[in-house]
């Protein structure tokens, strides 16, 4: 072999080995290319393992507030159940008493009238106190019941009240001016009573006494023996003088 064909070999064979290298080097690179890519993918999968995985605390932390949210609303749902159901009775209760409420005034409103008329009659037979007042008491309480305006509940407290203050009568000592008829004539006095028991009149000058006689219906004049006690009985009514012992004539019981 020539000399110049041995130099030809080696350099094709030089440029083959070079070849070689080259191509050996490519699939080196891929292989990194591959391994960076496999990296990054495992990074973004590992960034949405940890994004779902907050996500999911969050969401379940969500679940046991709505779990926790339920179970208050169950209770108190429970609570406002059993006041409905109260409240239905009350209702239902208030309805019985509406519905009753007809048959009560049926009942009530004569009961009122008997009273009014018992009262007036009681007016009548009664020791002469404060005669007029009552007996304007007592229209008033027919005026009452003719009127379309006043409840029956009102009605039926009036004349309870009535009833109240005629009891009062009964127990207290008090003294007012009036007039009396005197053999015909009438006498401004200042009356004295001692609840039901005395009814005493005394003339404005303090000259002349009378007291009451419910049997027969009319004033009984008084002697004189009397007539200091019945001035000390009306200032002691007035408050001008303190409450002692007194002789005033008083109807023995039966």
């Known amino acids: 072999m020539s000399k110049r064909t041995l130099i030809a070999s080696t350099v094709i064979g030089a440029f083959a080995f070079g070849s070689s290298a080259i191509v050996s080097a490519d699939p080196l690179s891929e292989l990194h290319n591959e391994e960076a890519k496999i990296h990054a993918a495992a990074a973004k999968s590992q ?18 507030s709505v779990v926790d949210e339920t179970e208050n609303l169950k209770v108190y749902n429970d609570y406002i ?19 009753s409420i007809e048959k009560t005034k049926q009942g009530i409103v004569p009961l009122m009238f008997r009273m009014i008329d018992s009262l007036e009659q009681f007016i ?26 006043v409840t ?18 009964g127990t207290r000592i008090a003294s007012y001016q009036g007039v009396i008829n005197d053999g ?39 002697g004189d023996e009397y007539l200091k006690s019945v001035v000390d009985a009306v200032k002691m009514a007035q408050g ?3 409450p002692d012992l007194i002789k005033l004539p008083i109807q023995a019981a039966e």
């Not at 960034?47 to 932390?61: D, P, R």
């Not at 009548?124 to 309480?141: A, G, M, S, Y």
């Open 184 to 222: 015909g004539q009438e006498v401004t006095v200042d009356f004295f009573n001692l609840g039901r028991t005395a009814l005493l009149a005394l003339s404005l000058d303090q000259t002349s006494a009378w007291v009451w006689d419910n049997e027969q219906r009319s004033w009984q004049q008084l």
């Open 47 to 64: 960034e949405k393992v940890n994004a779902l995985f907050e996500q999911s605390q969050e969401l379940l932390v969500e679940y046991r």
């Open 240 to 242: 001008i003088i303190p």
């Open 81 to 99: 159940a059993t006041l409905v159901a109260d409240q239905q009775r009350g209702i239902d209760s208030l309805q019985r008493q509406i519905d």
């Open 152 to 169: 029956v509940s009102e009605q039926f407290r009036q004349v309870i009240e009535a009833y109240q203050i005629e009891n009062d009568y």
């Open 124 to 149: 009548e037979l009664d020791v002469p106190i404060n005669l007029e007042e009552r007996k304007e008491r007592v229209e008033r309480l027919r005026d009452i019941m003719a009127s379309s305006n």
